[in-house]
């Protein structure tokens, strides 16, 4: 289901009255700005990360510590969080970090990562790392119409380890008219999901996750553009999503019916559980129809979905 624009959230509210230090509302790769430049990360040895950058027209520090990688879904546990303090250390010091912080994170050691910024290695092993990355475009190609919708999220994430998993297949559905494009989102093998959502496919608690699809050269248009959003399965994280003409979704401009948005190329990007870092997964369109290819997707597809009661396979 798609993610309404509407329903996106502004996080960066700087009261410097108020206590500052506060845990991540929806456990993720934390958001810390959205449109920043001349970003900079330091960690000290405590495991404390100041993060400074400027957007609007202002220069900001934020502080962010207590928590690395993710716990399995789990009913009534929370996933882990970063407790972020927004006005770079007032908040839990009364006062600001930046100029005695003393950085005692290294050159980074850690795996490639997609929407890469900057990021270190602590000598413990463990890391951290900024992306950035337009997760609130609008959905079935439109251009943005609000300006959140085309910001650029600026996300911190740290942890030790194996990378969350986004695995995804594509083959053909529906009279071999349209693409289609099934996978499952896993950490340390298991699957990666939530156990509520809204109607609009929100998730609704630390443990869910919504897959961002773009398609590349399409009916929409030259370049990429978002093809739409859609949930890991609860129990699961298996999703499956067919590339079909659809209408405008509640709040979007009276456009009319959007055509299939298939591509020349498909890329997805999810929120990494926990404080993980964003995956992604880019891979080519399936083609022209081969039935011996299609016959062999179609079994990937009964070993992917296994029990999952939500994708058949096609």
């Keep these: 289901m798609p993610i309404q624009p509407s329903m996106r959230r502004a996080v960066l509210t700087i009261l410097l009255l108020?206590?500052?230090?506060?845990?991540?509302?929806?456990?993720?790769?934390?958001?810390?700005?959205?449109?920043?430049?001349?970003?900079?990360?330091?960690?000290?040895?405590?495991?404390?990360?100041?993060?400074?950058?400027?957007?609007?027209?202002?220069?900001?520090?934020?502080?962010?510590?207590?928590?690395?990688?993710?716990?399995?879904?789990a009913p009534g546990q929370d996933q882990v969080a970063l407790r972020v303090d927004y006005a770079g250390g007032w908040g839990t010091y009364r006062k600001t970090l930046s100029a005695g912080f003393v950085n005692a994170c290294g050159k980074y050691t850690g795996p490639q990562l997609p929407w890469f910024v900057t990021a270190c290695t602590m000598r413990d092993g463990s890391h951290w790392a900024i992306q950035s990355w337009q997760r609130g475009l609008p959905n079935l190609g439109l251009d943005p119409w609000k300006p959140l919708q085309s910001s650029w999220e600026l996300r911190l994430s740290h942890w030790s380890g194996d990378l969350p998993k986004l695995e995804i297949w594509t083959n053909w559905a529906y009279s071999r008219r349209f693409d289609h494009l099934f996978g499952r989102l896993t950490y340390l093998g298991q699957p990666a999901y939530g156990f509520a959502a809204s109607t609009e496919g929100v998730p609704a608690d630390g443990f869910g996750r919504n897959i961002y699809l773009d398609t590349l050269d399409s009916a929409y248009g030259p370049g990429w553009k978002r093809e739409n959003s859609f949930l890991a399965h609860r129990g699961t994280g298996v999703f499956c999503y067919g590339l079909y003409p659809h209408d405008p979704y509640p709040g979007y401009p009276a456009v009319g019916k959007r055509p299939a948005g298939k591509g020349t190329r498909y890329r997805a990007t999810v929120i990494g559980p926990g404080v993980l870092p964003d995956v992604t997964w880019e891979g080519a369109a399936p083609g022209a129809y081969d039935e011996a290819l299609d016959r062999q997707l179609v079994e990937q597809q009964r070993a992917v979905y296994a029990n999952d009661p939500l994708c058949k396979p096609l």
């Design 18 to 73: 108020a206590p500052l230090a506060v845990p991540a509302g929806a456990p993720a790769s934390q958001l810390i700005a959205r449109d920043a430049k001349d970003v900079t990360l330091r960690v000290n040895a405590r495991g404390q990360a100041l993060v400074g950058y400027r957007a609007k027209g202002k220069q900001w520090t934020v502080l962010a510590w207590g928590a690395i990688n993710a716990r399995h879904p």
